[in-house]
């Protein structure tokens, strides 16, 4: 086989072109899908604590669902062509939960949730997709770390939007910013 038709050399430089992509500026750029909900509905003044909590949570469930609607989630999957192929190859990821109190003086609540994603995790979504396609598999997976990522932000934060109730921080506007980071780890 001669050294321009070799498959192992065609992939090793698709792989090295993906990694130059990678480090690039504008892929630092295209490596976060983002969502964002401001409930400008604020709560009557008699509200109990419980309805104030689930006026924030609905809000991020509406960030959540923008999250994981956006195209930049597709662009993201599409990074793992070759995931499931090459077994040294994974990611790793974040899931942040920023929410925002716009008409208090309090600073923002930031709650933040590492994932990985492995080779074995794109075969497992593959028995359940019953397609080859990688990044459709990987889509996948990224929405099921995004769900999970978010629960867990959520219970990291929730003692502090506890706090905010007490302090009235949340009658006004709230903004809830669901992001998920994704990165090669080598």
Do not use: C, W
């Not at 090459?86 to 929410?99: E, M, P, Q």
């Not at 929405?143 to 990522?149: A, D, P, S, V």
């Amino acid at each position: 086989m001669s050294y321009r038709t070799n498959p192992d050399r065609i992939l090793d430089n698709i792989d090295r072109a993906r990694n130059r992509d990678a480090e690039s500026a504008r892929y630092r750029v295209e490596r976060q899908a983002m969502g964002r909900e401001l409930d400008t509905n604020v709560p009557d003044s008699d509200a109990t604590t419980p309805e104030r909590l689930k006026r924030i949570f609905g809000a991020l469930e509406q960030a959540y669902t923008k999250a994981a609607q956006r195209s930049e989630l597709g662009r993201l999957a599409a990074r793992f062509q070759a995931v499931g192929d090459i077994h040294h190859h994974h990611a790793r990821g974040d899931v942040s939960v920023s929410i925002q109190y716009l008409d208090h003086e309090r600073f923002d609540d930031v709650g933040l949730s590492p994932f990985e994603i492995r080779p074995e995790q794109i075969a497992e979504a593959k028995k359940e997709t019953r397609t080859s396609r990688a990044d459709v598999n990987a889509l996948k997976v990224l929405r099921k770390e995004l769900r999970t990522g978010v629960l867990a932000a959520y219970e990291k934060l929730e003692p502090r939007i506890r706090d905010a109730i007490r302090d009235r921080a949340d009658i006004g506007h709230v903004q809830v910013q669901v992001t998920v980071d994704l990165r090669p780890a080598e």
